[in-house]
């Protein structure tokens, strides 16, 4: 079955960076779109960034551009997120989400999650 698993999570102060790792497995992604997602203490999941597996096209959401990056290796069957110039607010648990390219809203529930990695930013 299909499996995301999030990795690189950690602690760091404000200023910092850390890069995050999603390993996909399960199938084959070619047609789709891999997301990074977050979701802060008290908040609702929000989307953060996604790739197109087969052209690599991105798309970030406003509130990280210029800070954050995502690529992939389709070789490793791997994505990733690096961040810098981390925030306290960029605080909470981080997903990555598979979803065919068919129909796709980066803001939908519809796909296969991963359970995770936290992200904690000090002040």
């Known amino acids: 079955q299909v499996q995301l698993y999030e990795s690189g999570g950690g602690s760091v102060q404000a200023g910092g960076s850390l890069r995050l790792a999603c390993a996909a497995s399960g199938r084959s992604f070619s047609g789709y779109a891999i997301g990074w997602y977050r979701q802060a203490p008290g908040k609702e999941r929000e989307f953060l960034a996604s790739?197109?597996?087969?052209?690599?096209?991105?798309n970030y959401a406003d509130s990280v551009k210029g800070r954050f990056s995502i690529s992939r290796d389709n070789s490793e069957n791997m994505i990733y997120l690096q961040m810098i110039d981390l925030k306290p607010e960029d605080t909470g648990i981080y997903y990555c989400k598979a979803d065919v390219l068919s129909g796709y809203n980066p803001n939908s529930e519809r796909g296969y999650w991963g359970q995770g990695t936290q992200v904690t930013v000090s002040s």
């Open positions: 790739i197109t597996w087969n052209r690599g096209r991105t």
